[in-house]
Each structure stands twice: as structure tokens, then as C-alpha cells.
């Protein structure tokens, strides 16, 4: 897994409750086999005026000016700043994958939906949750100053602002040292291979049925 | 000391290992397994030069690539008329042949929606850790599983480990107290919680289902509540073991047969939240206020009695409510203040994991039973949620009532639930939709889908608008 330390980056507003995994990539595009290519289909429906395909040619296609991803000013953003509920809907960890692929690298919101906040954790993305007024306040910077970078330490846990103060935020002590080393879950679990063994035949004996096969 | 939830009992019977970061390992029992979410976790394992922990834990089947007509299907893998598509389904095949997993391939006639499936061939079973590369793999809570939709990674993690890394959750309780009115189905009790609690009213938690309501349900009717807890934001969805769950997997392909089932049974039916359990959030729902209900918005907790209206967002006086509110109607193309039942509709969907068993169309049937879709209906599509139900529907002469309707009668799979197939829903038309979410796009690019039960879209599809479908019931029973 992609390790992660510190990162400094451009912050892009998205100001939209309740972003769903099918907003952030649409289900066409679940149909590839790999675990790449899936940033230039990031928000696709929105950020796109026509309807994308899997092997659309994106470079011709038209963009929609309006969506905040088409801005020049945010050109280059590697922070996603937004709102409440983020990642809701589908488990899909193509929506990770598409953030990551398109160049995210921290995501920074009042919530996130349970499945998605997990998926960003296995694929080097840290997602941040904030008070909702500071993010409220987060919005209102970005918009207001153009160019508005955030650093974020995951050691010591603070996001630094362009005018040097800082906010700290929490982070799940498993994943953030999973993080920080860009260890393999699945290493890790297999350390344990003996008690995962002791507990599987002590649950086979006491309940066999879940272990039948069928008839 | 307080008495255990039904989450704290499995979770404690499946716990291998707490560990002192505050994460545990816990021991899975069944992972089912589909061609969305699975070919990165088999490539996974391949290049790590990994085998699964327990090859004979997981089943697998193909749903949401897989086309629904007659003629499509009749042809196979090669029927699959998207390349793309066909890669996915045929790698889901190789995969489960190189790892030694049992497959029901889109040409066995038990295939069908992976949470159909599960629960159908008793791979489902009371007591069980459950997941599933699948939101909705919530949906088996309803029999007393501890399920929930896990991502890709976790999928191969479970596949190489047979545990997943997991935090416990808090424990909510729902309780819908008192008897369901006539033609008030499942779907409304859990549409009705949704816009009660939000969509993310139950992130954290694990909800437990209870009160008489639930409890009066079929097992079917449970899993429809169970499969949209995660639309509520809780990863899994508990109802508590009783009669009805253990007569509902007796005699199932996967489940213990003989002595052992008796003691299976007697095990699964201590199942249940003690009398003095904690929960740390408590929602309790009167059975009797809920009415048909019906998404008007583009999130499950944009929802309505089919007797309200679209609401108005000058009316809202939270700010970001009124926002997503306005943002949500633009996409609808709706305007505030509009009869719910003035809505009109363009396409029917009958189907999805959320209602597609047997029960489900039997509801829709005798709604649309002598009588015809309206002429303004441009697709009326019923698709079962397996091979087996479509066997059972057909053997009722269910197909039948739905084809002298005017809707057609479809292969099992996903289809426009989520529209990965050739199912779509086109852009700016109104679908009447028994499956789970109403997203922007959802159902195909631009498509706007209002969220229903099966009898309210089958009188939706005669009527081409919404309907009380307590009207027709009535209806019906003076005819009869």
C-alpha cells in the first residue's frame, strides 16, 4: 500500500451533502477488471456534459465549465474539501480508487459514510473529519483566497493553514500506523494465522453447520 | 452487568482476536462474491502468490452485468452483447475455477442476485458473519447474520484470511411498535425510518430491527428492511432469530439437515437482544402512522407519504437542507408543492435485491391483475431476483398476469437497479422503482427514480402516475 507521511496541496471545494459513490464514479465504469485508470471518470456525470462510456475517448469530450473540478483555479488539487455524509451509497472501492487516481490525497469533511471511510485507509487516501464549523470556515478560505494550500502531517496529526495556524484532528491508531508505513493488511492478519486456526476449529466444533456444504 | 445486544452476542462468538489498538479481528463465515467487486481482490491474492484461507466459505454468482432478456440469455456469455461486461462475467468464471470457488454461473438456473441468492440457498444462516464486496450484503441481518458490504480490498483480506479488521460499532435499536394498515409493506416501514433518521442517521451503528411490526413480517419482508439499513448509513441490519427465520432456511440446499438442524435451531433461537441490553440509540415508530411512501429527491431520505407533496425549500429553514433540497429538485425537474400523486412516470422497475423474491411479485401481481399498464408507460420491466424465484413466479402463472398487463417478464439480475447491463433508465424520465437508491444517474444517465414498494409501482405502471395503492386494494376486494 501507498505509504503516506506528509502532504501539502491545493484544496477544491465541493460544496454537496450526502456525495454518493455512484456521484464519484459512475456504475459503467465498475465494469473494468483492474484497479487503475478510473481518475479521468472522477464525477464523471458532473464534471462531464455528455453521458461517459468506458472507452470514450475523455480528452473530447465536453466539459462542463461550471463544475468546481473544471476550474482553473483549482487545477492541480490534491485536497478535497466537503460536506456532510461523504461516500454514502455503493461499498464500490473504485471511488477511492478514482479520488486517488485523479491526484487526491486527502480528503477533509464533518462525516463520511462508514464503507468508503474504510476503503480510503487500503489505498494511501486519508480522509480527515472536522468539525462541521471549521469546515464551514475551510469552505469559506478557499473560496475566498485563490491558490489556498493546506499541509497535513499524519504523524502529528495537524493540518497547517497558509497563515501558519493549525488544526489537529483524530485518527484511528491501527490506520494511521498502517499509513504512515504503507503496510499490507492482509501481512499483518496472516501474523496471526495460529489463533485464527485454534479459533476456527473450536467454532467448527461447537457450531459444525456453518460449516456443511450443500447437498 | 446488562444484558448482551443481539450484535454483542456475534460479535463476542466471533471475536479471534482484540487487539490493543482498539481493533479486532473477527472470524467470517460465508463471502459471497459477484463480478463487480471481485477481479481486483483474485488478482490480489495471485500476485501475492496467496490461496483462500477456506475455499468452500465462499459462493459466488454473476448479477449485475447480467443482461434479462429471453434471447440474450439464451446465448450465454456470448449473449453478453458489452465486451467490457463479458470480460467481467467470464473473469468472475475463471477466477472461481482457479480457486477452487463454488460458482452458480449465469447459465445455472439458481444464479440470481447475490443477496437473493445467499439467503434462498441457505448459505445464509442464523449466527453467521456475512460479507459481501456489496452494500446491500446488509440484507441478511434479517436472519440474524451480522452482515455488511465490505470494499475490494477487504474482500481479498477475508478471501487470504477468513477474518476481517474491524471496530465495534454502537448499537441502535429500531422499533416499529404496533400492526402495519392494508397495503403498507416493508419498503414503507423502511422508507418511512430513512426519512425519520436520515442517511446517515445510522453510521456507526448496527441496527437492530424490532417491535411488532417487524416482527409480523415474513422473512422475505425482513430482508427488505435489513437490505436498506446501509441506505440509512449503518453497515449492517439486524432482525432477531425467532420461528419464522428458522422455518425459513429448513430444508435449504446449504443448511444442516436432520439432528443437526434441531440443533442448529435451538442454538439460532437464542438469537435475540436480552430484555435488559443496551442500546445507545433508541428510534421507535409508530406501525400505524406509516403510510406508502414515495422518494421524491435524489437521496432515500427525500421521501414522502404518497398522500404529501414535494416539499418547498423556502419553506426549510436550515440553509444546507434547503440547498440539497433545490439542487435535488432541479435534477428531478420538480417543482415544489406537487401532488405526489401528480407525478407522472414514464418507467416502471420491478425488481433489485431490495424486492424481487417471490413475495414481492405476488404483491405487484395482484395489483396489475386485469388490468393494463397505461399507454404513457414506455417500459414496464418485473426481473426476479433469481432463477428460482422465477421458476416459482412462473409455476403461479405470475408471468403470465404480468405479460397480459403490458409488462414484461425479464431474466434475473441486477439490472436497472443500477443499470450496469443494457437496462437503463434514459435521461429525464420518471421511474417508478422497487429498488434502493434514488442517486443522480442511479438508473441510467439523467434517469430520475422515485423509490417504491411493488404493489405501489404496479399501481403506479396502470395508472402512469402515483397511486394510493390502498384505493386499489379496495378496489379489488369490492370486484372480488
Redesign the interface.
Known sequence: MKKFSVHTGLALPLD???V?T??II???F??????SGFGVNLFD?RRYLD?GE??ADNSKRPLNADFVLNQPRYQGASVLLA???FG??????HA?WALEDFGFRVLIAP?F???FF??CF??GLLPIVLDKKIVDQLFNEVNAVEGYTLAVDLQAQTITRPDGSTLAFEV???RK?CLLNGLD??GL??E??D??SV??NQ?RDK????????? | MAGKTLYDKLWDSHLVKQRDDGTALIYIDRQLIHEVTSPQAFEGLRLAGRKPWRADANLATPDHNIPTTKIERSRGLEGIMDPVSRIQVRTLDDNCREFGILELDMNDERQGIVHVVGPEQGATLPGMTIVCGDSHTSTHGALGALAHGVGTSEVEHVMATQCLIQRKMKNMLIRVDGKLNPGVTAKDIVLAIIGDIGTAGGTGFTIEFGGEAIQSLSLEGRMTVCNMAIEAGARAGLIAVDQTTVDYIRGRPFAPKGEMFDKAADAWLQLVSDSDAHFDRVVVLDAADIIPQVTWGTSPEMVAPVTGMVPDPDQETDSGRAENIRQALKYMGLKPGTAIRDIKLDVVFIGSCTNSRIEDLRAAAAVVKGRKVASSIELALVVPGSGLVKKQAEAEGLDKIFIEAGLEWREPGCSMCLAMNADQLPAGKHCASTSNRNFEGRQGFGGRTHLVSPAMAAAAAIHGHFVDVRDILLETDRAH
Request: aromatic content about 12%; some cysteine; charged content about 30%.
Open positions: 454537496r451533502a450526502n454518493d455512484d456521484f459512475p456504475k459503467q465498475l465494469k473494468s477488471i483492474k484497479r456525470e453521458k468506458p472507452d460536506r456532510q455524509n454514502c451509497g455503493s461499498s464500490r472501492e477511492p462525516s459514510a462508514d464503507i474504510n476503503n487500503k489505498n484511528d491508531a491501527f500506523h493488511d492482509i492478519t496472516l496471526d494465522a489463533a485464527i479459533f476456527e467454532w457450531s459444525p453447520w456453518y460449516f456443511t456444504l450443500p447437498s
